[in-house]
Nanobody
């Protein structure tokens, strides 16, 4: 089993920045891809960014150029640096990790972008 705990959510004004982190524990050996998804009120869960163990990243078009996903394999932690935040970025952000084809999820952290 893999446990994922997100931190760093909160309230930020439009145009502001926020950083999220997600620490993995448990059977962390052989975790391959990690990433972030989000779910806005009344909408389905959508991909935000993924990162391989080697550091290759992919981003959704809606966050490309504004968000940066990084990873520290020694700390089993994945990060999401968010800049130029927009009200439509408001959502619960979930951390995700893949290990031998099994997908694990954190409980999520709320990000609210509003005045």
């Amino acid at each position: 089993q893999v446990q994922l705990v997100e931190s760093g959510g909160g309230l930020v004004q439009p145009g502001g920045s926020l950083s999220l982190s997600c620490a993995a524990s448990g059977d962390v050996a052989s975790i391959s891809a990690m990433g972030w998804y989000r779910q806005a009120p009344g909408k389905g869960r959508e991909l935000v960014a993924t990162i391989t163990r080697g550091g290759m990243t992919t981003y959704s078009d809606s966050v490309k150029g504004r968000f940066t996903c990084s990873r520290d394999n020694a700390k089993n932690t994945v990060y999401l640096q968010m800049t130029t935040l927009k009200p439509e970025d408001t959502a619960v952000y979930y951390c995700n990790a893949d290990r031998f084809g099994v997908r694990y999820w954190g409980k999520g952290t709320l990000v609210t972008v509003s005045f």
